[in-house]
């Protein structure tokens, strides 16, 4: 399994490029995308070891592969939603997630658009501070993740994450 | 759905208390289309210095009572933000791509 703080020093790694100038906007751009990766693999990893015990590790390769970009990012803005949207706030029986969770719901739709501008627009630049903004962002967005880790609305969180709701 | 220069004052107020030390010379609020193809908003900050990083952490709980602020006024667009300092733009601007 990848391992997201692994691609977090990478990121960092990629926001402070060597070498006398102003970095390239390459290597920024690449710092941004793999700030969005971090963010995208962290709830991965959290998915795979709470659903899927040790014994059956191979299957967690199939709750990786399930996840779609563009559906967990439609997700979570209905998930940073405060108060939740009706249909959630039915189906979950919440009124709102806690706060850490929201927090991390709400930088997963930032960073993936940041990610979408970094690999897609040729227009968008990046000043070195905001590429090791967004690698903060990422390192904090995790930390929130990983801090819910006994809360009780992580798996229902979790559970809307990976499957959302039938409409 | 609310106006842009109420907009921009709701975010000069938030980013007073989250940021203190922010000095503000410029906020911009312009709609766009997101990547997912939804109606959202792109939301540029500009201060005059960078902020401490204690301060530029809460960017993201920025986001969340603005986004709150904008559900309450039956306004369900995403809220993007961009927080440069004056010379960041600057280094954005001659920045080669």
């Known amino acids: ?167 | 759905m609310v106006g842009q220069e109420l907009m921009k004052a709701e975010v000069v107020e938030i980013v007073r208390g989250l940021m203190p030390s922010a000095d503000v010379v410029r906020v911009d609020v312009e709609p766009k289309t997101d990547s997912g193809g939804d109606a959202s908003l792109a939301v540029r900050i500009v201060t005059q210095q960078r902020p401490p990083r204690e301060e530029t952490a809460r960017l993201v709980e920025v986001v969340d009572k603005f986004r709150t602020w904008l559900i309450a006024h039956d306004d369900e667009r995403f809220p993007y933000f961009r927080l440069l300092s004056e010379d960041e733009e600057r280094e954005v601007e001659r920045a080669d791509s």
């Open chain 1, 1 to 167: 399994m990848i391992n997201s703080d692994h691609l977090l020093d990478l990121a960092g790694m990629e926001a402070r490029p060597s070498g006398a100038g102003a970095p390239r906007q390459a290597y920024l751009r690449r710092a941004v995308s793999t700030a969005y990766y971090e963010v995208f693999h962290a709830p991965l990893w959290t998915i795979s070891t709470e659903f899927v015990g040790a014994a059956h590790w191979k299957t967690r390769v199939i709750f990786y592969r399930s996840v779609e970009h563009g559906k967990v990012r439609d997700r979570c803005k209905r998930l940073a939603h405060d108060p939740l949207p009706n249909d959630e706030r039915l189906s979950l029986g919440l009124d709102r997630f806690p706060e850490g969770l929201r927090l991390f719901a709400a930088e997963f739709v930032s960073l993936q658009e940041l990610r979408h501008e970094a690999d897609c627009d040729p227009d968008t630049k990046f000043s070195v501070q905001e590429a090791q903004d967004a690698v903060d962002a990422a390192r904090q967005a995790v930390e929130a993740l990983r801090a819910a880790k006994d809360d009780s609305s992580l798996i229902p969180f979790l559970s809307y994450l990976l499957l959302g709701l039938r409409r």
